[in-house]
């Protein structure tokens, strides 16, 4: 990763990069770990929860949270091709407000 991060100072934006798939793939986590990182600090109020955590902490299945998500219940936040949920959304259905599944 610090070798494209100094291609891209040396020849800016405008720089033709050649890369293999395992490198692409580098490249898309970081990112996703990057932006991950920035909801997740202290300056947010909420971070950032993947399916299979809400699944856990809500103790539902896929479905039924993609259901909610296509009622309008929770809003999914997408970053590189995952789906993401806001842990401060995601938590009001554990502190008392029940949502029939």
């Known amino acids: ?18 890369m293999t798939l395992d490198d692409l793939f ?4 970081y990112i996703i770990k990057e932006v991950k990182e920035e909801f997740d600090d202290g300056s947010k109020k909420s971070k950032l929860l993947s399916m299979k955590e809400v699944c856990k902490r809500l103790n539902k ?7 909610w998500q296509k009622f309008g219940l929770i809003t999914p936040t997408y970053i590189g091709g995952h789906t993401y949920y ?4 995601i938590m009001q259905y554990t502190n008392g407000y029940k949502l029939v599944g």
């Open 26 to 29: 580098e490249f898309a986590n």
């Open 61 to 67: 299945g896929k479905s039924t949270i993609y259901r």
């Open 86 to 89: 806001k842990e401060e959304e």
């Open 1 to 18: 990763m610090k070798k494209l991060e100094k291609m891209l100072k040396k020849y800016g934006k405008d720089a033709k990069v050649e």
